[in-house]
């Protein structure tokens, strides 16, 4: 087998793998279940949140947590993708319920999930095409339909936005 036979080859097989992966698409109460389990996994089960669900109003965010009130909801975006990326957001969240900021005891939380580079450069990878196909030229040179900032959180909230996941402008 060539080279070039090989590449496409590998290509097809991850497509398949994909697609395989998108057509599982947990359920909130299955989401849940997760959450739990990469809780006890990850945090030792420290991490108890009252809620975890699915939400379709999160376009510039992977996730948001809201401490206070236990509940973590997550973008219908992230359904579809692999799971690794899925439980890395999951345990993002999860970890704001033990630390509300994105400070070094955040981070150190999040070393625990050995796939979080891993997660990160693979969203980072998906707003990074999703800029370069809103970047394209269209012919008028009207940028103008950028969504823009994202609105700040309600008091007490924890959000990733859609910038990858636990990247911050400010770099915590």
Known sequence: ?????EQRWVGVMLDKLAAQESKRTLGDGELAERAERLSGQYFGGRARPASVRWVTNQN??????????????????????????????????????????HGPRFWR??????????????????VAADRLRHSAPDGDGDESDDEGPAPAPAPGASRSEGEPVGSEPDGS
Not at 109 to 126: N, Q, S
């Open 60 to 101: 510039t965010r992977w996730g948001s947590c809201t401490p206070a009130e236990g509940s973590i909801r997550l973008s219908h975006r992230l359904q579809g993708m692999p799971e690794y990326v899925v439980d890395y957001v999951l345990v993002h969240e999860l970890a704001h319920l033990l630390v509300p900021g």
């Open 109 to 126: 939380l999040l070393e625990a999930y050995p796939r979080t580079e891993r997660a990160r450069g693979y969203l980072e990878g998906i």
């Open 1 to 5: 087998m060539s080279e070039a036979e």
